[in-house]
C-alpha cells in the first residue's frame, strides 16, 4: 500500500516569497491533516480536512497561510508571503474516518532567508 | 483542552539498557493515547496506541507502554536498548469525541544509544 506522499522534499525561499507544498493521502483516508513541526518541537497541527471540508482551522494563520482540498483527495498548502518564523518541516498526514490513527508523509522541509 | 508533557528533551542509554521514556497527559475526557517515533528526515511513524482497552499495550520494534490513569501517564520503555532504537519520540493524545479526531503532540524525546 502506498504511503502519504508529499513534495517537494526541500525548499529553500527568500522572505516575502510564496510557496506551495503538495499532499497526496492513502487511497480512500477521509481525514488529511497538515502540521507544523519547528525545529525542537511537536508538530502543531494547522488544518484539518474531512473529505474536502474544512474541520478545524483555528490553528492557521489565514493572513498568509491557505489550504485546500479539491475533490477530497490530495491537497496544497500555501504560504504567501513567507516569514522567517514559517521556516519548519510541514506534515502531511491521513487517517482512515474515526480511528484517529494518522499515518504521515515524509514532510517537506522549508527554510526562509 | 487536551495537552502532553514528556519529561526529558534528550535521554541517552546505554545498548542493551532499560529505555524510559515519560509522557503525562491532561484531557478532559478518556483519552486515547499514541506513541510515534521520526527517524531523521523522515515523518512520524506510529509504535503503539492505548484505545481503552488494555492497559499495557505492546508495540513495534519492542516497545510497549502502560496507561495509568491515577498518574495520568502513558510512559515508553523498552527492555533492552538498541542502536537502531535512536531517534526522536513523540507521545500524543486525541480525544474520543466523534470522527473528527486530532492528535495533540508532546515536544519530544531525543533518545542517543550509546555502543
Known amino acids: 500500500e502506498a504511503g502519504v506522499a508529499q513534495s517537494p522534499r526541500y525548499k529553500i525561499i527568500e522572505k516575502r516569497q510564496s510557496v506551495a507544498f503538495w499532499c497526496n493521502p492513502i487511497?480512500?483516508?477521509?481525514?488529511l491533516y497538515w502540521y507544523q513541526q519547528i525545529l525542537g518541537q511537536g508538530p502543531k497541527l494547522l488544518i484539518q480536512f474531512q473529505n474536502n471540508g474544512v474541520v478545524d482551522d483555528s490553528q492557521l494563520p489565514k493572513d498568509r497561510f491557505s489550504a485546500e482540498r479539491l475533490k477530497g483527495v490530495d491537497s496544497t498548502l500555501k504560504i504567501q508571503p513567507a516569514k522567517l518564523e514559517d521556516s519548519a518541516v510541514y506534515l502531511c498526514?491521513?487517517?482512515?474516518?474515526?480511528?484517529?490513527?494518522?499515518?504521515f508523509g515524509e514532510g517537506s522541509r522549508l527554510t526562509v532567508l | 483542552a487536551q495537552s502532553v508533557t514528556q519529561l526529558g528533551s534528550h535521554v541517552s542509554v546505554s545498548e542493551g539498557a532499560l529505555v524510559l521514556l515519560r509522557c503525562n497527559y491532561s484531557s478532559s475526557v478518556p483519552p486515547y493515547l499514541f506513541w510515534y517515533v521520526q527517524y531523521p528526515n523522515q515523518g512520524l511513524q506510529l509504535l503503539l496506541k492505548?484505545?481503552?482497552?488494555?492497559?499495557l499495550v505492546k508495540g513495534i520494534n519492542g516497545f510497549e507502554a502502560e496507561f495509568k490513569k491515577s498518574e495520568t501517564s502513558f510512559h515508553l520503555t523498552k527492555p533492552s536498548a538498541h542502536m537502531s532504537d535512536a531517534a526522536e519520540y513523540f507521545c500524543a493524545v486525541s480525544d474520543q469525541g466523534g470522527s473528527a479526531r486530532q492528535l495533540t503532540f508532546g515536544s519530544g524525546t531525543q533518545l542517543t544509544v550509546l555502543p
Open positions: 487511497s480512500g483516508h477521509a481525514t
Open positions: 492505548y484505545t481503552s482497552a488494555a492497559t
Open positions: 498526514a491521513s487517517s482512515p474516518s474515526g480511528t484517529g490513527e494518522l499515518f
